[in-house]
Structures are given as C-alpha cells and as structure tokens.
C-alpha cells in the first residue's frame, strides 16, 4: 500500500523520485486548478503569497517541486531549496526546456540559464517541455539532453507531453529511455496505448492537470465514492492516480485546498472502485493536442499578426463601417474553431503552411507570423 507522502518511486535508470509533487505557480501567474466554475471568488479564497505556498507544501510533507523557465519560478524555488534546512538530497526539483530554445546548442545553452536561475549545483529531472512537432527539433534536444545527463548535473531526463511516436523517434537515435513523461492524465483521459509503451519500457507517467483543471473536484459521478470513503472527490481521484502507478502534480494557492491533496495516504480504494473509475474514461481532455500544438507564446503571436494585419488592411482601404464590420465578424468566424486549449485551427495552418515552404525548423514561428500577414491581405480582398 501506497501509505506516506515521503514514499518514492523508482526510475529507470535507479533515480528516486517522490509520487506526489506539486507545480506551484507565481500569484501573477496563478491558473487555479480548482476553477471548476471558472470565478476568482472559487479559485482564490485564502490564496497565499508564493513564500508561503512553499512553506505550507513543505509543512504538509511535498518534496517534489515542477518547475520550468516560461513559469518563472526555478529561481524562488531553487532559493528556497537552498534557505529552507531541509536536505538538498530530500527535495526534488523538475524544470524543463523551454519550448522556444529547443535544438541542440539551444538546449545546452537553456539549461545553464536554468542552473543560474535555481543556483542549485544539480537539477533532479530535466524534461523536454513539449515536441512541439511543427518545429521537428526534439530529436536534437534530446541529444544535448544526453550530454547533460552524462555531465552529472542532472539525475534524470525525461519527456513531456510526448506521444508514441515521439518516443520511437528517440529510440532510433538514443540509447538512453526517458525516465518520465509527464503529461495530461485522468480518470477521463487515459492514453491505453502510451501507457502500454511506457509500461514496457519503464517510463513513468507522471500527471499534470490529475484533477482536469478541476472540471472533475466535483464531478457528480464520484460523489458516492467520496462518501464511501469520507473524503472528497479531489482526494479519490488523487488517490485513483497513485493506485494506478503514475505520479501526480498538483498545483494549488490555497492552504486547506494544499493539505487536502497531500491527505490521500490514509487509505486505499477497493479493486471495485479502481474497475468503477477505469470505466470513466471518454477521452475528455482539457490541455492541447501535442501534435497540433506549435508553443503557447508561438500560436498567440501569430494569431496576434493576422488580427493586426487584418485591422492594418481595413484601416488602410479606408472601408466603410459596413465593410469593416462584415470582415472582422468573418474573421472571427474563421478563428473560432480551435482545440479546447484555443489552439485555433486557422492558426495551425499558417504553421503548417510555412513548414512547407521551409520545413520544419527553430524559426518557424517568424515564418508562421510572416504567413499569417499575407494571409490576412489575402483575407480582407476576399472579402470585399
């Protein structure tokens, strides 16, 4: 039985690692995980300064800490690795590469900053943040991933957001097997044929957003189990991920809300309520699709250059309001299709139509931003 916060898992290359971690975020930068009903007032109640998130996660037994350069906090948190008394070897701290530095002298060159930022002498895992398959430069990431890990400063290496295909594409250029994927897992969403991969290869999957954005805190049809068991829908789903053998980042601001995720090592749900949960699975995601997904900062920009591009046109064929009107609410007709992250699908075009122009490569998203104003031209004389 899984019964204490300080137990840890294995990882394939002998690593220790905690089960249950967490990916505090900055206040400024806070996307409640419990925003079940998408309201400040139900997200924030209580809401602590980021010093003090730390100090109650460390009070309630966390050990792992999710971190990555585009969250701004491998700095805060690598100081407090280094002030808080606890031994550097009893915490454990995750950072990635950041989307944008992905290429191989990218990567080493990513990692040192990464370094200055914890002002730790070694990073615990070191994950690739996504493939961001539009750019085709994870292979090469990978690479200077190895030479890090063969340097010692990092303990581990692993992956995020990665598919099956991904993972074969390491394998025909590395020996080395990630030892962790973390991405997108819950009660809803479970990728049976990733799992099989990783199972086979010793890979552990570690789940981000293990609550679905808190879309499932109080899901209805885990009421009963929640009684069942005297705890809350939160804790059975919690509990549900670390039964299945994955790890678990949780994320959160709130101090009742924090020692409620870390009070899941008192129990143990039954094989009957392990079969109950396995049939919740419809595929309902709430994050990107990785193989669509181009980078967070990537797709705003370019869709930040056809919105301007196209008030740019507007503006300078001096259009009636009437004209005016008509493009912008096509406009928005075109750009509303989109994952259920808001990856829009228009968007994704320009990307794919500049990688046929010039491949697939680390400057994709100036290209996709150049595409996207052309198209936007394009748009407006459509539309006339």
């Known amino acids: 039985m899984i019964d204490s916060i300080f137990d840890k898992i294995e990882l394939n290359n002998g690593y220790q690692m905690p089960r249950l971690g967490t990916g505090p975020d900055l206040p400024e930068a806070d996307v409640g995980a419990w925003n079940v009903d998408q309201t400040d007032e139900e997200v924030h109640p209580g809401a602590m300064s980021f010093q003090e998130t730390l100090e109650t996660l460390i009070e309630c037994g966390y050990r792992s800490f999710d971190s990555g350069a585009r969250y701004g906090t491998e700095e805060p948190i690598g100081k407090f690795f280094r002030t808080c008394g606890i031994p550097r070897e009893e915490l454990f701290i995750t950072t990635k590469v950041n989307n944008m530095m992905q290429g191989y002298d990218s990567t080493l060159k990513d990692f040192e900053q990464s370094m200055k930022n914890t002002g730790l002498d070694y990073i615990d895992l070191y994950l690739i943040h996504c493939p961001v398959p539009i750019k085709g430069q994870y292979v090469d990431t990978w690479k200077a991933m190895e030479e890090i890990y063969r340097s010692g400063r990092v303990k581990a290496i692993g992956v995020s957001n990665f598919t099956v295909q991904h993972f074969y594409d390491l394998a025909d250029v590395s020996d080395i097997v990630p030892a962790v994927n973390q991405y997108e897992q819950h009660p809803f969403y479970i990728q049976a044929n990733l799992l099989a991969y990783e199972r086979r290869h010793g890979i552990i999957p570690q789940s981000y957003s293990p609550l679905g954005q808190g879309r499932f805190a109080r899901d209805p049809r885990l009421q009963w189990l929640a009684d069942k068991y005297g705890k809350t829908i939160a804790q059975i789903i919690l509990r549900w991920h670390l039964q299945s053998g994955f790890m678990i980042v949780t994320r959160s601001s709130n101090r009742e809300r924090i020692r409620q995720n870390a009070d899941i090592f ?16 419809h595929g309902d ?13 990537a797709h705003i920009h370019v869709e930040e250059a056809f919105r301007k591009t196209v008030a ?8 009636s309001d009437d004209q005016a009107e008509s493009i912008m609410e096509a406009m928005k007709v075109l750009l509303e299709p989109a994952d259920i992250d808001g990856t829009k699908d228009y968007i994704i075009y320009c990307f794919n139509k500049a990688a046929a122009l010039y491949g697939r490569n680390g400057k994709i998203e100036e290209q996709a931003v150049g595409e996207a104003g052309k198209l936007a031209v394009k748009f407006v004389e459509d539309h006339l």
């Open 266 to 281: 008192d129990f143990e749900l039954s094989a009957e309520d392990m079969g109950y949960m396995a049939a919740l699975d």
């Open 312 to 319: 740019e046109e507007i503006g300078n064929r001096k259009l």
């Open 285 to 297: 995601r709430t994050w990107h699709i990785p193989d669509r997904f181009p980078g967070t900062a």
